[in-house]
């Protein structure tokens, strides 16, 4: 594997670029391989089969490109379709929830864990499942926020509908006691400020919103340093972007959330790599 390959990433659509630049920000000289699905999104509500057909899709077209690594930025394939995928394919892929849920396990003070996901990742309970293994004296809560990607994908992070979804959703939790609440989704840190704001208003101060992509940035540091794959370079690399439909719609989003200049954004026929 040669260590001059980018990092290959991919989520459903601009979600994984909270991803992408958490690894930005740690991996200076590392060049990333993006692909969002934007054709598809969302992945929430859809079935395991679809998810893990659309990832096999994915990882065959960034390997086509030559990529050393995978990261699944999205939590839902990650939930759904990662453990299948990483018996079909010789790389290595990093999933975003295995680091998330071990980072609320270690955050959490009093025991009580909220986790906000799309549908399909609430309904996989893998969040849960990996939590308890941790520790299994842990209370955990779970909500689905289905309208949260779509107004995302809008734009709409600090919008006054944005916030009234937000109320409805995190009331939920409302005397449970959460004191972390683990982000599980990859387009919800989008919405992290206005988020934040409706915990406090709803649930109180003193809530830590846990960000599985700073986690996993961290992971695929300490990966790229165990197989000796780091690229050694120190100047800022081109990243490249692709995606299944809306090229330029993304890449104005992209120039929104990343600290680089997206200049161009690729169109592919993903379901071509079958
Ligand atoms: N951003 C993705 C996630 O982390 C998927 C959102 C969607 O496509 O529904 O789950």
Same mark, same amino acid.
């Given at each position: 594997m040669s260590c001059d390959l980018p990092i290959g990433v991919f989520d459903s659509g601009v979600g994984g670029l909270t991803v992408a630049k958490e690894i930005m920000s740690r991996l200076a000289g590392e060049r990333i391989l993006y692909f969002g699905d934007t054709a598809r999104?969302?992945?929430?509500?859809?079935s395991k089969e679809t998810i893990t057909e659309y990832s096999r899709q994915i990882v065959r077209f960034l390997l086509s490109q030559g990529v050393k690594v995978i990261v699944v930025a999205c939590n839902t394939a990650s939930a759904l379709a990662v453990d299948a995928v990483r018996k079909e394919f010789d790389v290595p892929i990093l999933d975003v929830v295995n680091p998330g849920a071990q980072a609320a396990a270690q955050i959490t003070k009093n025991g009580s864990i909220g986790v906000i996901g799309t549908e399909a990742t609430i309904r996989s309970g893998m969040y849960s499942k990996l939590l308890y293994s941790i520790n299994p004296d842990l209370n955990i809560y779970s909500k689905a926020c289905p309208l949260f990607v779509p107004l995302a994908e809008e734009g709409w992070i600090y919008d006054s509908v944005t916030k009234e979804v937000a109320r409805r959703y995190l009331e939920e939790f409302q005397g449970k006691g959460v004191d972390t609440i683990v !982000?599980?989704?990859?387009?919800?840190p989008l919405l992290r400020n206005l988020i934040r704001d409706v915990v406090r208003e709803v649930l109180g101060e003193g809530i830590t919103l846990v960000d599985p992509a700073v986690e996993t940035a961290k992971k695929l540091k300490q990966l790229l340093a165990g197989q000796d794959l780091?690229?050694?370079?120190e100047q800022v690399p081109e990243h490249t972007f692709y995606v299944s439909d809306g090229a330029e719609k993304f890449r104005s989003l992209a120039n929104s959330i !990343?600290?680089?200049?997206?200049?161009e954004t690729k169109d592919v026929t993903i379901k071509t790599f079958e």
């Open positions: 999104v969302p992945y929430g509500s859809k !982000l599980g989704c990859t387009h919800y780091f690229s050694g370079k !990343l600290p680089c200049n997206v200049i």
